[in-house]
């Protein structure tokens, strides 16, 4: 299974796993660390296009555009967004995952309750059946950035663990995007008060 991987993602998968030995183990060395590079620089990979545009792939399930919001100073919390892909022969189960930028990182889903939309964990993670894909936006399934370290700037990137079931941990990098990205419907999550849990 490894010696497959490593075929289909030859540079950048080698690279990547080595870097997610090493923030498992201090998460304060990822961001030293050149050879995690931001998606960005990726795109210089003109010879491992699937490498370079956003898509990080391990064990049958692919993270497309990872992408964040520039937040307000002060901020506690960031939403992420992306695609999952699951071309694997069964179901696997996104459960969780660790950035540097923040304390937390929940996977998160939004739900009418008392006539209000709020968003909250989604129980037992976030189910990607086999040979289908999930979607996680502005307004829908998001991966919750909680207790963030700084505020997150346009333009920028920061890497992040995620945590599959079966998959095991993806490292991927987030883009972030203008405060305004993809703001309508996703109200909910700018107010701290807000996070009921
Ligand atoms: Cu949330």
């Excluded at 964990?121 to 700084?150: C, N, Q, T, W």
């Amino acid at each position: 299974m490894i010696s497959r991987i490593h075929a289909a993602r030859l540079t950048l998968g080698a690279s990547l796993v080595a870097a997610t030995a090493f923030a498992g183990a201090f998460p304060g060395l990822a961001q030293d660390k050149p050879s995690h590079a931001p998606a960005g620089a990726a795109t210089h990979e003109s010879a491992a296009p699937a490498a370079g545009d956003g898509r990080f792939t391990q064990a049958g399930i692919t993270v497309e555009q990872p992408w964040s919001r520039a937040t307000a100073k002060g901020a506690r919390i960031a939403g992420g967004y992306l695609r999952v892909v699951n071309n694997g022969d069964a179901d696997d189960v996104f459960l969780a995952g660790a950035t540097d930028i923040a304390e937390r990182v929940e996977v998160h889903e939004m739900a009418v309750i008392d006539n209000v939309m709020r968003m909250r964990p989604v129980d037992g993670g976030l189910v990607v059946k086999a040979g289908e894909s999930v979607e996680l936006k502005p307004g829908g399934y998001h991966v919750m950035f909680i207790g963030l370290k700084r505020p997150l700037r346009e333009k920028e990137t920061f890497t992040a663990d995620l945590e599959f079931r079966d998959a095991g941990t993806i490292p991927v990098t987030f883009t972030v995007r203008g405060i305004g990205a993809h703001n309508s419907g996703h109200g909910t999550e700018k107010p701290a008060g807000a996070h009921g849990g």
